[in-house]
């Protein structure tokens, strides 16, 4: 299910809000010698005859005038268009009847017709119609609105093709038993569950996800770990897990505070990178999505069938939490609780750290904040002269935010005394995390910190320092000195960038920064640079 708010619903007329009397279509599509697998309209349209296209359209007109007035109201379409309207939204009708066809069959219904509807578009208006999307464009900006922000719902295969081509939200309307025609978002047995899939695009109000829809949300995933004794369901407020073997429990919690695109996968690969700095294997994630008033439910289910694609993805499973919708944010936040195991012996502990230890760092500076900033701020980024492209290869960064791969790999050197993950606050921050966990001061050339070209010149049209931005993807090792070299042989060989960049001195926590071996400031940030860039603040 893509995320989706809905404004309007834009509906086809004859078979979808009708139903037709019993009329013969076939065989008048025969008389006019029309092929059963040619639309009539286009058939006649294309007649070079003047004089007998016509004569068809009059006797159209006359069999479609007769249907209408033998049709009948699609049973539940009266109460849907009263509950419709009692939310809020806008209606229209986009048909390819004439209009005089369409008012002859409302006079078949009892409790509304076309004063109900705040547009209907027919054959009669200058509009291309249906497969074309034009008329979906059309009736959605005379509401004032785009098409992205409709559903159109429909019974036959041009319904769902217009509405595609639109970029709505599409409907078929397809009996029980009956093989669908087209592929659409959604598909319906009967017109009254329209609502439950219009439901889905209206913002929640705010509190607790609704039981109903957070068990089919639960029921859409499968839980197959054996160790999770007790699943995610309503009203299951905790998780139990087994155990038996594990001699260390490895625990961590991160919120996600600044994406809002694909904040699902931001949340459990960040949780899951700090796992793995302890050379444990992320196991189980508990999360907490808080969530603004004004989101959909199709929105908080993409956020959730993020979360557990990139679980998924690393062999995690996702085993329990909350969510909710409050005042209390502007926008999306995921706060993870990540667990993993391992034997006592192998737990990288940061304590260990020791002079003279090799500083190495994977990858490059601020690959998250690139990402995020990418995906959140394209067209601003376009404006201040980046290029399409580089915008392109930015977002794509996004890839990259794992670091599981190298951490299991250094966790297979015996030589490595600590890892961590550059999160909030960027390298600058994370290296002076490391000096402060470990006991010692680092020394470190600012020259050999990585950044990527397409990084530097984001941060350059916005006023960032990268070593400053926040950096999911880097991690920061420290080993032995004679495992250096090896270590980053393993990694390249993998496919993963390493340079060192620094060494553990004799020293108490702190930074010693050079600059191709000349004594230098060390940057320090009170704030992310991402955050001071939301803010706004110079």
Do not use: Q
């Given at each position: 299910m893509k995320p989706f708010r809905t404004k309007a619903v834009i509906f086809d007329f004859d078979g979808t809000l009708t139903r037709a009397g019993a009329l013969d279509f076939k065989t008048f599509k025969r008389g006019l010698g029309c092929p059963y697998d040619q639309p009539v309209l286009e058939f006649i349209n294309a007649l070079p005859d003047p004089d007998r296209r016509a004569r068809a359209m009059d006797d159209l007109g006359r069999f479609e005038m007769a249907g209408a007035a033998a049709s009948e109201p699609n049973p539940g379409a009266e109460a849907l268009v009263h509950r419709l309207k009692a939310l809020g939204l806008k209606l229209a009708i986009v048909s390819r009847n004439s209009r005089r066809c369409i008012d002859r069959a409302f006079a078949n219904f009892s409790t509304i017709g076309t004063a109900d509807f705040d547009l209907i578009v027919s054959r009669d208006d200058n509009v291309a119609l249906k497969p074309s999307a034009d008329g979906v464009h059309w009736a959605a900006a005379k509401m004032g609105l785009s098409a992205t922000q409709t559903i159109v719902v429909g019974d036959f295969i041009f319904d769902i093709e217009a509405g595609r081509r639109a970029g709505a939200v599409t409907v078929l309307l397809c009996p029980q038993d009956t093989t669908p025609v087209v592929e659409a978002d959604f598909t319906i047995a009967t017109i009254g569950e329209l609502e439950a899939v219009v439901g889905l695009g209206l913002a929640l109000r705010p509190g607790k996800l609704p039981n109903a829809m957070l068990g089919r949300f639960l029921d859409d995933m499968a839980f197959a770990d054996a160790s999770v004794l007790v699943t995610p369901g309503v009203g299951q407020d905790t998780a139990a897990l087994d155990l038996d073997r594990a001699e260390v429990l490895i625990l961590s919690s991160d919120p996600i505070t600044f994406a809002t695109d694909q904040i699902g996968h931001y949340a459990a690969i960040v949780n899951a990178n700090d796992i793995a700095t302890s050379g444990a294997l992320p196991r189980w994630l508990l999360t907490t999505l808080l969530l603004p008033c004004g989101t959909t439910a199709a929105e908080v289910h993409d956020i959730m069938a993020q979360l557990k694609a990139a679980c998924d993805r690393w062999g995690v499973t996702l085993c329990g939490g909350h969510t909710e919708i409050t005042d209390a944010v502007s926008r999306p936040v995921i706060t993870g609780t990540m667990a993993g195991t391992m034997a006592r012996s192998d737990l990288i502990d940061k304590r260990g750290l020791r002079p003279k230890d090799q500083v190495i760092m994977t990858k490059a500076a601020a690959v998250e904040g690139t990402a995020i900033i990418a995906r959140e701020m394209g067209s601003q980024l376009l404006a201040k002269g980046m290029s399409a492209a580089d915008i392109a290869v930015c977002s794509r960064f996004l890839d990259q935010i794992s670091i599981l791969a190298e951490a299991r790999i250094a966790a297979s050197f015996p030589q490595v005394s600590a890892m961590h993950d550059v999160t909030e606050g960027g390298v600058a921050t994370a290296l002076e995390e490391l000096s402060l966990a470990g006991g010692y001061g680092l020394r470190i050339e600012i020259n050999?910190?990585?950044?990527?070209?397409?990084?530097?010149?984001?941060?350059?049209?916005?006023?960032?320092?990268?070593?400053?931005?926040?950096?999911?993807?880097?991690?920061?090792?420290?080993?032995?000195?004679?495992?250096?070299?090896?270590?980053?042989?393993?990694?390249?060989?993998?496919?993963i960038a390493a340079r060192r960049i620094g060494e553990v001195l004799d020293a108490p926590a702190g930074i010693q920064a050079m600059d191709n071996g000349h004594p230098a400031v060390w940057p320090h940030f009170e704030v992310d640079e991402i955050a001071r860039l939301f803010a706004g603040k110079p």
């Open positions: 050999a910190i990585a950044v990527f070209d397409a990084t530097a010149r984001m941060a350059a049209l916005l006023g960032l320092d990268p070593l400053g931005l926040i950096g999911s993807g880097s991690l920061l090792i420290a080993c032995r000195p004679e495992a250096a070299v090896p270590l980053m042989d393993r990694l390249e060989a993998a496919g």
